[in-house]
């Protein structure tokens, strides 16, 4: 397993909280993500009623603020009969405000989620593999690469779509590019990955990153990870980080370089 790297001196370093709000930068896209102005908590709720399109988190360790915001979303999801998702980090761990959710219902075990972070620049990475292409793609490309994205995760292509769409709504939150991979000597579409510009400073996310089943195991994945690390270091950013949701994940971006900061939850909440 990686080692964990909160001891860092560097105060460019980005916190786990960090992490986690790099995630939270999408822009309302009116009949699919409604973003939440709620005193306390931020995070979308889409018209869509598959749960993974619907995520939050508290902005808040003051209790009483937090009981509140949450119990407004799920007076909202409840009316609709839709279940959500809810990010926590250790801010609010250490607020005590984990009960809350218990209180509510929401499923456990929560999800762990390894937040991982790896400092970049263009001297530090590997050439690209000869032996794969990867491209930064063009909207020509997109019904094919969303709905790999898709099946990658095993949701519906919609859900896929709603996604993509989001992720490639720039904002001064956030832009995002989208890259294609291929193995060598084909030209069948075989990897998918999002790069997101974080504002204006010097961290991107590595936001989703899938290789078709028929062809993992060949090196795509790797290549289409320091691709996007080239691209973001040529650009001058500095911090890469991204969220591993499996142990699997978090050793093969240990093995790239990548340290996890720290931990955070994913609660899921189901009516």
Same mark, same amino acid.
């Given at each position: 397993?990686?080692?964990?790297c909160?001891?860092?001196a560097d105060?460019t370093?980005?916190?786990?909280?960090?992490i986690m709000?790099s995630? #939270?930068?999408l822009?309302?896209?009116p009949?699919e993500?409604d973003?939440?102005s709620?005193?306390?908590?931020?995070g979308? *709720?889409?018209?869509?009623r598959?749960?993974v399109? +619907?995520?939050?988190?508290?902005t808040t360790?003051?209790?009483?603020?937090?009981e509140?915001?949450l119990?407004?979303?799920l007076?909202m999801?409840?009316?609709?009969g839709?279940? #959500?998702?809810m990010m926590t980090?250790?801010r609010?761990?250490a607020?005590g405000?984990? +009960?809350?959710?218990?209180?509510?219902?929401f499923?456990?075990?929560?999800?762990?989620?390894a937040?991982m972070?790896?400092? *970049?620049?263009?001297?530090?990475?590997p050439?690209?593999?000869?032996?794969?292409r990867?491209?930064?793609?063009?909207?020509?490309?997109?019904d094919r690469?969303?709905?790999?994205?898709?099946e990658?995760f095993?949701?519906?292509?919609?859900?896929?779509? *709603? #996604?993509h769409r989001?992720?490639?709504?720039s904002?001064d939150?956030?832009?995002?590019?989208i890259?294609g991979?291929?193995l060598?000597?084909?030209d069948?579409?075989?990897?998918v990955?999002?790069?997101?510009y974080?504002?204006?400073?010097?961290?991107?996310?590595?936001?989703?990153?899938?290789?078709?089943?028929?062809?993992?195991?060949q090196g795509?994945y790797?290549?289409?990870?320091?691709e996007?690390?080239?691209?973001?270091?040529?650009?001058?950013?500095?911090?890469?980080?991204v969220?591993?949701?499996?142990?699997?994940?978090e050793?093969?971006?240990?093995h790239m370089g990548?340290s996890r900061q720290?931990? #955070?939850?994913?609660?899921r909440?189901?009516?």
């Amino acid at each position: 397993m990686p080692e964990d790297c909160t001891d860092r001196a560097d105060a460019t370093c980005p916190d786990v909280e960090e992490i986690m709000a790099s995630h #939270f930068t999408l822009v309302s896209m009116p009949g699919e993500l409604d973003c939440l102005s709620i005193p306390g908590l931020d995070g979308w *709720i889409s018209s869509n009623r598959h749960p993974v399109l +619907s995520l939050v988190r508290w902005t808040t360790q003051d209790r009483a603020r937090a009981e509140d915001a949450l119990d407004q979303v799920l007076d909202m999801c409840r009316s609709r009969g839709q279940g #959500f998702d809810m990010m926590t980090g250790p801010r609010c761990e250490a607020a005590g405000l984990l +009960s809350l959710l218990r209180e509510r219902g929401f499923l456990e075990p929560p999800v762990r989620v390894a937040a991982m972070l790896r400092q *970049i620049s263009a001297d530090t990475l590997p050439n690209a593999a000869p032996e794969h292409r990867v491209w930064n793609a063009t909207a020509e490309e997109d019904d094919r690469l969303w709905k790999l994205m898709a099946e990658g995760f095993d949701v519906p292509h919609e859900v896929g779509r *709603i #996604f993509h769409r989001a992720y490639m709504t720039s904002s001064d939150k956030q832009r995002t590019d989208i890259y294609g991979g291929a193995l060598e000597n084909s030209d069948h579409l075989a990897g998918v990955g999002y790069l997101s510009y974080i504002g204006d400073g010097p961290v991107v996310l590595l936001r989703v990153s899938v290789t078709d089943a028929s062809c993992r195991g060949q090196g795509l994945y790797h290549a289409m990870v320091y691709e996007r690390l080239r691209d973001a270091a040529a650009a001058g950013r500095s911090w890469a980080v991204v969220h591993a949701y499996s142990d699997s994940s978090e050793q093969v971006l240990g093995h790239m370089g990548f340290s996890r900061q720290g931990t #955070f939850l994913l609660h899921r909440w189901r009516p």
